[in-house]
């Protein structure tokens, strides 16, 4: 069965700090991926996307994620973490079929001190 | 443009009670989802529709209807609700494929 792990829940990482939340995906085809951030309260926003080409992709926020297909991974990165950047990110990957469904990890939610 | 509007925000329902969340979008587009989201459990797909007058179920569909008869609007039904139910629910719109999601900002919902 198609599958999106995010094996960390919760990461603490103090402010300036880099940042790696990793993401790994099964889909047997190389897939599109992306990356949502859901602030408290809030809907998700996207942050990336993967789709083909470069396998580092750039996002809003100073977020990047690099696709890695020999590891099924879509880790996503910021050198320098902002206190604002706490939030719960949930990586995507689409299920089989023509209908744009998409399969969301568990999330990891990233608590940020001072 | 308002994106993908949700409403209501917040809603307390008992047991047995039956309520509409309504999901609206204007930005045109084809596919349209529903989705909820429990705490450590991610987001499960409820019901999503390719397109007005075409809709299917997803992952989690027990409990819940919709139905597409616009582009635009994307209702979901719960009948009869049960404390499972107790949950936020976003509804979501894409065109489709490798273009993602602009999700709405959810609804809160409480069985009790």
């Known amino acids: 069965a198609q599958s999106v792990t995010q094996p960390d829940i919760h990461i603490t990482v103090s402010e300036g700090a880099s940042l790696e939340l990793r993401c790994n995906y099964s889909?047997?085809?190389?897939?599109?991926l992306f990356w949502y951030v859901q602030s408290p309260g809030q809907g998700l926003q996207l942050l990336l996307k993967?789709?083909?080409?470069?396998?580092l992709v750039q996002g809003i926020k100073g977020f990047e994620a690099e696709f890695k297909r020999s590891q099924s991974s879509f880790n996503l990165r910021k050198p320098s973490v902002h206190w604002s950047d706490a939030a719960e990110y949930f990586c995507?990957?689409?299920?089989?079929?023509?209908?744009?469904?998409?399969?969301f990890g568990q999330g990891t939610t990233l608590q940020v001190k001072p | 443009n308002a994106g993908v509007t949700q409403t209501p925000k917040f809603r307390i329902l008992k047991i047995g009670q039956s309520m509409t969340l309504q999901c609206t979008q204007d930005?045109?587009?084809?596919?349209m989802y529903w989705y909820r989201q429990d705490p450590g459990m991610g987001l499960k797909l409820i019901y999503y529709s390719v397109g007005a007058g075409i809709t299917d179920k997803g992952e989690v569909p027990n409990g819940y209807n919709v139905s597409r008869s616009t582009t635009e609007d994307f209702p979901l039904r719960l009948e009869l609700a049960a404390p499972s139910q107790t949950s936020v629910y976003f509804c979501?719109?894409?065109?489709?494929?490798?273009?993602?999601?602009?999700f709405g900002s959810g609804t809160r919902l409480t069985v009790v």
């Open positions: 930005m045109n587009h084809n596919y």
């Open positions: 993967y789709f083909s080409g470069d396998t």
């Open positions: 889909y047997g085809a190389t897939p599109y």
């Open positions: 979501a719109s894409s065109y489709g494929g490798a273009e993602g999601y602009t």
């Open positions: 995507a990957a689409p299920i089989r079929g023509n209908t744009g469904k998409l399969i």
